[in-house]
């Protein structure tokens, strides 16, 4: 059993509320007799797990979105290197490049060197959101929930 203390899953997420499944709180709604105290009982189990899922979906979300934001940050580079790129310096290369070519193939490659850098930069953005994924275990988690909440009502 995990508590709300510990964190055994090694993962680093913040430890979320457990539902306590132990000898002793079996013990104790076989002590209460009333139907009341097991619906009270029930109600504050199921608010624990609905908690703690919508917890565990929180979290996975937002470490997905910080890789999204880290992704994008090469997209915001290219971008710069296009429209904010110094134009005195390109201007200076394609100058320098005219004492040994025409003068137009010496802006021509001036010009595939700065398309060339920011395709490059597009491309590291690309691959940075690919490595996004979705939130599995929090997928899992729901997809066991409701077949235990399945699996319940047909026992009876």
Same mark, same amino acid.
């Given at each position: 059993?995990?508590?709300?203390?510990?964190?055994?899953? *090694?993962?680093?997420?913040?430890?979320? !509320?457990?539902? !306590?499944?132990?000898?002793? =709180?079996?013990?104790?709604?076989?002590?209460?007799?009333?139907?009341? *105290?097991?619906?009270?009982?029930?109600?504050?189990?199921?608010?624990?797990? @609905?908690?703690?899922? @919508?917890?565990?979906?929180?979290?996975?979300?937002?470490?997905?979105?910080?890789?999204? @934001?880290?992704?994008?940050?090469?997209?915001? @580079?290219?971008?710069?290197?296009?429209?904010? =790129? =110094? /134009?005195?310096?390109? /201007?200076? *290369?394609?100058?320098?490049?005219?004492?040994?070519?025409?003068?137009? =193939?010496?802006?021509?490659?001036?010009?595939?060197?700065?398309?060339?850098?920011?395709?490059?930069?597009?491309?590291?953005?690309?691959?940075?959101?690919?490595?996004?994924?979705?939130?599995?275990?929090?997928i899992d988690s729901a997809r066991d929930t409701v077949a235990a909440i399945r699996n319940r009502g047909e026992d009876r």
């Open positions: 059993m995990t508590s709300a203390r510990e964190n055994t899953n *090694g993962s680093g997420l913040p430890p979320v !509320p457990s539902i !306590p499944l132990t000898a002793e =709180s079996a013990a104790k709604i076989a002590g209460e007799t009333s139907i009341g *105290g097991l619906v009270r009982d029930a109600t504050a189990h199921l608010s624990t797990l @609905v908690r703690a899922e @919508v917890e565990l979906a929180k979290s996975e979300v937002a470490g997905e979105i910080r890789k999204g @934001v880290k992704g994008s940050v090469y997209f915001i @580079v290219a971008l710069t290197v296009l429209l904010f =790129s =110094s /134009f005195f310096f390109f /201007f200076f *290369g394609a100058e320098l490049l005219d004492v040994w070519l025409p003068r137009w =193939s010496a802006f021509l490659i001036v010009f595939g060197v700065m398309l060339l850098t920011a395709v490059l930069f597009a491309l590291l953005g690309v691959r940075k959101l690919k490595k996004l994924r979705a939130p599995q275990r929090t």
